[in-house]
């Protein structure tokens, strides 16, 4: 088992930044990805970006490539996601999650945390 929690979430002005942080604790050793997804008004939740929790190596959606950047401490279990010049359409409830295999789905999730960005 791990267990996922997320904080930083909040609300800012169109432009604005937030750093969301993930803290996982159990069965650490066993993280092979961590992802971070977020669920708008009325979408589904998408993939936004995902990170290979040994080797570091990165994935960003297009549509918030040059503007967030997902990040990891593997010795603080901890995971981010630096959210720089953001848009209203970037509002949603933001979960982190982690898989333990490369095709594996993501098994445990956080409990959300809710960004709001205002025009």
């Known amino acids: 088992q791990v267990q996922l929690v997320e904080s930083g979430g909040g609300s800012v002005q169109t432009g604005g930044s937030l750093t969301l942080s993930c803290v996982a604790s159990?069965?650490?050793?066993?993280?092979?990805?961590m992802g971070w997804f977020r669920q708008g008004p009325g979408r589904e939740r998408e993939l936004v970006a995902a990170?290979?929790?040994?080797?570091?190596?990165?994935y960003h959606t297009d549509s918030v490539k040059g503007r967030f950047t997902i990040s990891r401490d593997s010795a603080k279990s901890t995971g981010y996601l630096q959210m720089n010049n953001l848009k209203p359409e970037d509002t949603g409830v933001y979960y982190c999650?982690?898989?333990?295999?490369?095709?594996?789905?993501?098994?445990?999730w956080g409990q959300g945390t809710q960004v709001t960005v205002a025009s």
């Open positions: 990170i290979n929790w040994s080797t570091g190596r990165t």
């Open positions: 159990g069965r650490t050793f066993s993280i092979y990805g």
């Open positions: 999650a982690v898989k333990s295999g490369r095709g594996a789905e993501y098994d445990y």
